[in-house]
């Protein structure tokens, strides 16, 4: 059993990098969320999603397990979570052909499947711990999988730090984390990007440019995109990374499903106004939401 006493503000989810169950808007989403696994077989999914998470994060928490094993491990899940959630590329695989050579920089609308498969920290081998929920991470970027495979790219997240331990588990797993709040942020994610491309080039590293869960903020559905915010892709100008948008979904009866869109090649983005461009891209992508 893993110890720590972690004191935590529930009224400032910043603070904690997870939502606060009580906030409204974090209420809505979470019961519209609810149409994504209306069928027996999504449950099932979702709950074995949950299940499998539980029991990486555990081994997570293993101080006698190395990064490279727990890398392995997280590698291993986001596999097995791909195929079980039947994913498939619906459109635009044709839009991988120019991206070979690595690395790429993917982005995607923020579907809410850890909200779906949200874990209660009751069943995670932690003494002490105030925070009664946590969001597993792996599942989020579990379709991008396919695409990984494809470009024979090893796929890489950025997203906020959850507080410890679990914040080591992200270290461990390859996630390319930074915090919720404070200023520059886009600095330090780019030259942490930097420093894994330094290391590995062929690498596919997924974004979210809304920045929270797709239909929270602005209180739509699962589909609704927030605005996108720029930071994504002035990184990718700065160096010099293709960016490559891919709109996921997923129904209650056939799974993940992913459409590509044409990707936006370095030499694009030098000749773009990026506040334009991401709002009209934003636009682009939400016509491949489900009807």
């Given at each position: 059993m893993y110890n720590i006493k972690i004191q935590m503000e529930m009224k400032n989810p910043t603070t904690i990098g997870q939502p606060d169950k009580n906030d409204p808007q974090e209420q809505l989403i979470r019961n519209k969320l609810e149409s994504l696994s209306n069928t027996e077989w999504s449950k099932s999914f979702f709950e074995n999603a949950k299940v499998d998470q539980i029991a990486f994060i555990?081994?997570?928490?293993?101080?006698?397990?190395?990064?490279?094993?727990?890398?392995?491990?997280?590698?291993?899940?986001?596999?097995?979570?791909?195929?079980?959630?039947?994913?498939?590329?619906?459109?635009?695989?044709?839009?991988?052909?120019?991206?070979?050579?690595?690395?790429?920089?993917?982005?995607?609308?923020?579907?809410?499947?850890?909200?779906?498969?949200?874990?209660?920290?009751?069943?995670?081998?932690?003494?002490?711990?105030?925070?009664?929920?946590?969001?597993?991470?792996?599942?989020?970027?579990?379709?991008?999988?396919?695409?990984?495979?494809?470009?024979?790219?090893?796929?890489?997240?950025?997203?906020?730090?959850?507080?410890?331990?679990?914040?080591?588990?992200?270290?461990?797993?390859?996630?390319?984390?930074?915090?919720?709040?404070?200023?520059?942020?886009?600095?330090?994610?780019?030259?942490?990007?930097?420093?894994?491309?330094?290391?590995?080039?062929?690498?596919?590293?997924?974004?979210?440019?809304?920045?929270?869960?797709?239909?929270?903020?602005?209180?739509?559905?699962?589909?609704?995109?927030?605005?996108f915010h720029t930071g994504a892709f002035v990184i990718a100008k700065n160096l010099k990374i293709p960016v490559l948008p891919v709109f996921q979904s997923f129904d209650p009866i056939s799974g993940f499903e992913l459409s590509i869109l044409k990707p936006t090649m370095p030499s694009e983005l030098d000749n773009l106004d990026l506040r334009i461009f991401v709002q009209d891209l934003r636009t682009k992508m939400q016509k491949f939401a489900p009807k």
């Open positions: 555990n081994k997570g928490l293993d101080p006698n397990r190395s990064g490279l094993e727990i890398r392995n491990l997280y590698l291993d899940l986001i596999k097995k979570t791909c195929d079980a959630g039947k994913t498939k590329i619906e459109s635009g695989l044709e839009n991988l052909a120019a991206l070979k050579q690595g690395p790429v920089i993917l982005i995607t609308n923020h579907l809410g499947t850890a909200k779906i498969s949200r874990i209660d920290t009751k069943n995670i081998n932690i003494n002490g711990l105030s925070l009664q929920e946590i969001e597993p991470f792996p599942i989020r970027i579990a379709p991008f999988y396919s695409i990984s495979e494809k470009l024979s790219m090893s796929p890489y997240e950025c997203a906020i730090e959850l507080p410890n331990p679990f914040l080591d588990i992200q270290t461990k797993s390859g996630v390319i984390s930074i915090p919720a709040d404070g200023k520059g942020r886009t600095e330090l994610l780019q030259n942490k990007i930097k420093d894994l491309i330094d290391r590995e080039p062929k690498s596919l590293i997924i974004m979210y440019p809304e920045g929270g869960t797709s239909g929270k903020r602005n209180l739509g559905g699962p589909y609704d995109l927030d605005n």
